[in-house]
């Protein structure tokens, strides 16, 4: 019997996931990384493809239960349309985002921002 996988697509390292997140995941499968790259915005549309193409063979390779992909925009957006096509299914966590602010003493303004893991919603 084949092992399950989830694949993470991103740069936030699965290690640094809440448990409800980590928990959420494994549902799929053995969760592994798979750092995001990084996109020269000098890149055109084939470039975009091309990039996409490999890191999908590289996913594809691992035959996935699913795959939570995020990053830049576009390229994610190639890899998601890549990977549907294929039949994989294809996450991205959804979050709740809390920020705070705070006035420092010299008047300069600093920002929190926290984002709680809710679940994975199906591109």
């Known amino acids: 019997m084949e092992e399950r996988r989830f694949i993470n697509c991103s740069n936030h390292p699965s290690a640094n996931w809440c448990r409800e997140q980590r928990e959420s995941a494994e549902i799929y499968g053995k969760i592994e990384d798979f750092p995001f790259p990084d996109v020269d915005p000098g890149w055109d549309s084939t470039q975009i493809r091309v990039c996409a193409e490999k890191i999908c063979r590289e996913i594809l390779e691992n035959k996935p239960n699913a795959v939570m992909c995020q990053g830049e925009f576009t390229l994610t957006y190639a890899i998601v349309e890549q990977l549907k096509r294929k039949n994989v299914k294809v996450l ?32």
Not at 95 to 116: L, M, V
């Open 92 to 123: 991205a966590a959804s979050s709740q985002r809390i920020a705070e602010e705070f006035i420092n003493e010299d008047g300069s303004i600093e920002k929190r921002t926290i984002f709680r893991f809710v679940k994975f919603r199906e591109y």
